[in-house]
């Protein structure tokens, strides 16, 4: 990590008891090594390199006792800092007394000639944590300390995690709204019939009592004849508006195509409060709907079934049935809700009408 300095003796010009190297000297050090330490054997700090002072801001560590700043981890018998210089291979492992109590590693040498001892510190396997907890940037380092280049690698990684991030998320979004586009109407927002479909079979593996509604739009067509496509699907968008008003949120509602709403009751299988929703619904529908300036008038017929009026569910029966009800009511005036029963006539070949 750091420049390691070989366990010999560095004669340095100066007076004992005095500034342990020349300003010179010194700031080659500091460009060297800025995580260095210049001890004295009395066990004060003569000087701390600028990235080691960098990690206490608030703390002056020149003047201070090396032993109340660090823990020495390894060795951990030494109660004196003239001890250090007889460390077998002058390695180190020791930690900042208060926090973040930052792990380090260290490699300490004598200096002939002046009283004290160099010690050269690094991050070891702690360089990623300390370089959070100590905001770090390259210029901490020595240009030549591998340091530099695993931060480069982390940065590195560290942007390209987040540009993957950023693209998941994109695709994700992507993704859902593929899958919103693929199960619901794009003009009203509602279901469509692959929902319709999976609900069904869901609700019929389930024999979970549910209604079905089939609804029709009265006068619809001459709304576009003479009003055009836009009033057309202001109407759709409004129609679609009051089914969810009408409805609970665990309903279905489907737009089946055109002017074709199914609506699917989960848990709702009472024929006489269906009809009575029904109704309601109708008038709902048969309130004008401004356009524009203009007011647009449409109704609704209904045609309706139940889970519970068959031993076994089948949901394509079930549409069919709801479907001759729905002709009846068309049949019979419009504006209305019929509810299946045998006596009901087919559909026959005779189309619908508006």
Request: include cysteine; hydrophobic fraction near 40%.
């Amino acid at each position: 990590m750091s420049v390691e300095i070989e366990r010999a003796s560095l004669t340095v010009p100066g007076q004992a008891g005095g500034a342990v190297f020349e300003p010179i000297l010194r700031e080659a050090l500091d460009r060297l090594m800025p995580m260095h330490l210049q001890l004295r054997h009395s066990g004060h700090i003569a000087h701390a390199g600028p990235s080691l002072q960098k990690l206490r801001p608030g703390t002056e560590l020149r003047g201070r006792r090396f032993l109340e700043i660090f823990e020495l981890k390894r060795p951990n018998n030494l109660t004196r800092v003239s001890d250090l210089s007889r460390v077998e291979g002058g390695r180190l492992k020791l930690a900042f007394r208060d926090a973040p109590r930052t792990g380090l590693v260290g490699l300490v040498a004598p200096i002939t000639g002046v009283e004290g001892l160099i010690v050269n510190l690094s991050f070891g396997f702690n360089i990623i944590d300390a370089v959070q907890d100590h905001d770090l940037t390259g210029a901490d380092f020595a240009a030549t300390d591998l340091a530099v280049e695993m931060l480069y690698l982390v940065e590195a990684k560290t942007a390209a995690l987040r540009e993957w991030k950023a693209l998941n998320q994109r695709l994700q979004g992507a993704m859902t709204a593929a899958e919103q586009q693929a199960s619901s109407d794009m003009l009203t927002g509602l279901a469509n019939r692959r929902v319709m479909d999976e609900v069904l079979e869901r609700l019929t593996l389930g024999r979970t009592p549910f209604g079905l509604m089939n609804l029709d739009l009265d006068f619809f067509k001459s709304v576009n004849d003479t009003r055009g496509h836009a009033a057309g699907d202001h109407v759709l968008r409004c129609v679609a508006d009051i089914l969810r008003d009408q409805t609970r949120s665990n309903d279905v509602i489907v737009r089946a195509g055109g002017d074709e709403f199914v609506l699917i009751f989960v848990g709702l299988s009472d024929p006489k409060r269906l009809a009575d929703l029904g109704r309601r619904i109708i008038a709902r529908l048969e309130e004008p709907i401004p356009f524009e300036g203009d007011m647009c008038r449409i109704s609704g017929s209904i045609g309706l079934t139940v889970s519970d009026f068959y031993a076994a569910t089948d949901p394509e029966e079930m549409m069919q049935h709801a479907d001759i009800a729905l002709y009846t009511s068309k049949r019979n005036g419009r504006g209305q809700v019929t509810v299946y029963s045998n006596e009901l006539p087919g559909i026959g070949e005779a189309a619908r009408p508006d």
